[in-house]
């Protein structure tokens, strides 16, 4: 997974975007349902974290990997402030993902937006990851609040799975 740095007149808040460091990616383990409770915490058995390989853009990206198990409420976040002047308006964030290997269906992943200071969760549209075996880029649109800077980007196991 990369994040896409071209957006044409836009700012990107997420910096650690190309793979080539973890940053402030973390993983989580939410309680196990459809949709994130906040995208912190807990004692996730997956992992998310950077692959040297040339498999998408440049020689890093992110590998998100879960065991054959059911690991639906887990996922991986990133905290990230906005500018003051983008307080109130309409926030789109895009990235590119590959399926690697394993077994993914249709809508297992998913898309959210935590506000922070409001700790109110925000569903972007579109906000279901589909399965795919070419590069696919993936763009959402978000609110944000009129009195808040401090939001949370998670990628959330929303389907009870148990493949890899």
Same mark, same amino acid.
Request: charged share 15%.
């Given at each position: 997974?990369?994040?896409?740095?071209?957006?044409?007149?836009?700012?990107?808040?997420?910096?650690?975007? !190309? @793979?080539?460091? =973890? @940053? %402030?990616?973390? /993983?989580?383990? !939410?309680?196990?349902?459809?949709?994130?409770?906040?995208?912190?915490?807990?004692?996730?058995?997956?992992?998310?974290? $950077?692959?040297?390989?040339?498999?998408?853009?440049?020689?890093? #990206?992110?590998?998100?990997?879960?065991?054959?198990?059911?690991?639906?409420?887990? @996922?991986?976040?990133?905290?990230? *402030?906005?500018? +003051?002047? !983008? %307080?109130? %308006?309409?926030?789109?964030? *895009?990235?590119?993902?590959?399926?690697?290997?394993?077994?993914?269906?249709? #809508?297992?992943?998913? $898309?959210? =937006?935590?506000?922070?200071?409001?700790?109110?969760?925000?569903?972007?549209? +579109?906000?279901?990851?589909?399965?795919? @075996? =070419?590069?696919? %880029?993936?763009?959402?649109?978000?609110?944000?609040?009129? #009195?808040?800077?401090?939001?949370?980007? =998670?990628?959330?196991?929303?389907?009870? /799975?148990?493949?890899?």
């Amino acid at each position: 997974m990369s994040f896409d740095p071209s957006f044409q007149g836009t700012k990107n808040y997420i910096a650690d975007r !190309d @793979g080539t460091k =973890i @940053g %402030k990616w973390v /993983t989580y383990a !939410d309680a196990a349902q459809t949709n994130p409770v906040d995208g912190t915490g807990g004692a996730p058995a997956s992992t998310f974290a $950077v692959s040297t390989d040339s498999t998408m853009r440049g020689v890093t #990206n992110f590998l998100w990997t879960h065991s054959a198990a059911n690991r639906q409420g887990e @996922g991986f976040s990133y905290d990230f *402030s906005i500018d +003051p002047s !983008d %307080k109130g %308006k309409v926030l789109q964030c *895009s990235f590119e993902y590959l399926i690697s290997s394993g077994t993914y269906a249709d #809508n297992d992943m998913s $898309v959210w =937006i935590y506000d922070v200071t409001n700790a109110v969760l925000i569903q972007p549209a +579109p906000y279901l990851i589909k399965n795919s @075996g =070419i590069i696919e %880029k993936f763009a959402v649109e978000f609110q944000t609040a009129s #009195n808040s800077t401090s939001y949370r980007l =998670i990628f959330h196991v929303d389907t009870n /799975t148990a493949t890899a």
